[in-house]
Structure formats: C-alpha cells, structure tokens
T-cell receptor, first 112, second 114 residues
C-alpha cells in the first residue's frame, strides 16, 4: 500500500519555466489537497479537491493551477515559476469528514 | 475562520524531562484537532487526533493531548522526552463549514538535549 506518492522529490527550475508536481494516492480518498511549507509559516493550503472534477482555491492559490480528472491523481501546475515559489510542497488525501489526512513525502522546489 | 496558534516556535528540553507543546485554536464549530510530527526531510506523520468523545487522546510514541473546550486548547504532552522525539510538531484544526481543509499552526521545533 503506497499511500500518497509525490514526484519528483527535488526540482530546480529557472524563473519563467513551467512544471507539474505529481501526486497520486491509492486509498480511494475523495479529498485531496496541496500545501506549501515555508520556514516559520507552517503549512498553507494552495488548492484542494473534494472529488474528481471538483477543485477549489485555498489560502495561497496564485501562480498555481490544479485539475482532478481521476480520484487517484491531483497534479499541481506552476505555469511560470517565480523565486517566491521556492518551497517544499506536500500533497495530502483523506477519506472524509473528520478523517485523518495522509501526507506524501514532499517535493522540494527551488526556483532560481 | 478557523485558526491555530502554537506558542513557542522552539522548545528545548532535557532527555527524560516533560515535553509540553502548546496549541490554541479558534473555531466557530466543534473542531477536529490533530497533531502531526515532521522529522527532518520527511513528510508529516499523524501523532494523534481528537474528533469526538474522550477529551484525553493518546497517540503514538507516548504522546497524548487533552482537548479543553473552555480554554480552546489542545496541548501535546509526553512525560519523558527521548532523543528520538527531536522534530517539528504541527497542530492543525478542521471542520468549519463541513470542510476538510486543514488549518495548521506555524509549528514548534523540539530539541532534546542529552
């Protein structure tokens, strides 16, 4: 049982480049979300999805796009990377109300 | 909107001493509360959770937390610190408006001294 899998683990981008961070879960969870973690800021919600075809913005959505075509996958797209997007990104999934959220191992992104 | 305040961004204790990490929350509805631990260069791992029922919740690795509604607190404790407890700890809340969105505190980094 793999849980929540994120790829890649590390990435360096140049300013203006685009990329997609992948997230997949094999627990049939309805709810998936993306967070970014910055020193002293805790984790902040970027985007989330309550099911296939349904996404919504979180606290810090600017510069990021998401889609949810299947229950299993929830990719995060950076259309034009900026140094301010240098961060560690975590994907999480949960089954429903009150249930525990499971986190991936994170993607460490550096934008130069 | 829900929020979480963790008092103390850094806490240092001696091995064998009591660990107390403070968390206060704000919520307009009965909250679901969580403590997660993050070891260096790792993801987040659930320590314990409070949803309903017993207000004293026991988690993994000897940690426990008590939900105190009157104080809007959910402090994390462990009677005797171990070197392996050194990590960053995050308190989180969710449930407002039926939402699954987790709102995190800014984290507390625990150092355990020999």
């Amino acid at each position: 049982n793999a849980g929540v899998t994120q790829t890649p683990k590390f990435q360096v981008l140049k300013t203006g480049q685009s990329m997609t961070l992948q997230c997949a879960q094999d627990m049939n969870h309805e709810y998936m979300s993306w967070y970014r973690q910055d020193p002293g800021m805790g984790l902040r919600l970027i985007h989330y999805s309550v099911g296939a075809g349904i996404t919504d913005q979180g606290e810090v959505p600017n510069g990021y796009n998401v889609s949810r075509s299947t229950t299993e996958d929830f990719p995060l797209r950076l259309l034009s990377a900026a140094p301010s997007q240098t961060s560690v990104y975590f994907c999480a999934s949960s089954y429903g109300r009150g249930r525990v959220a499971f986190f991936g191992q994170g993607t460490r992104l550096t934008v130069v | 909107a829900q929020s979480v305040t963790q008092l103390g961004s850094h806490v240092s204790v001696s091995e064998g001493a009591l660990v107390l990490l403070r968390c206060n929350y704000s919520s307009s509805v009965p909250p679901y509360l969580f403590w997660y631990v993050q070891y260096p260069n790792q993801g987040l791992q659930l320590l314990l959770k409070y949803t309903t029922g017993a207000t004293l919740v026991k988690g993994i690795n000897g940690f426990e937390a008590e939900f105190k509604k009157s104080e809007t607190s959910f402090h994390l404790t462990k009677p005797s610190a171990h070197m392996s407890d050194a990590a960053e700890y995050f308190c989180a809340v969710k449930g407002e408006g039926g939402s699954e969105k987790l709102v995190f505190g800014k984290g507390t980094k625990l150092t355990v001294n020999p």
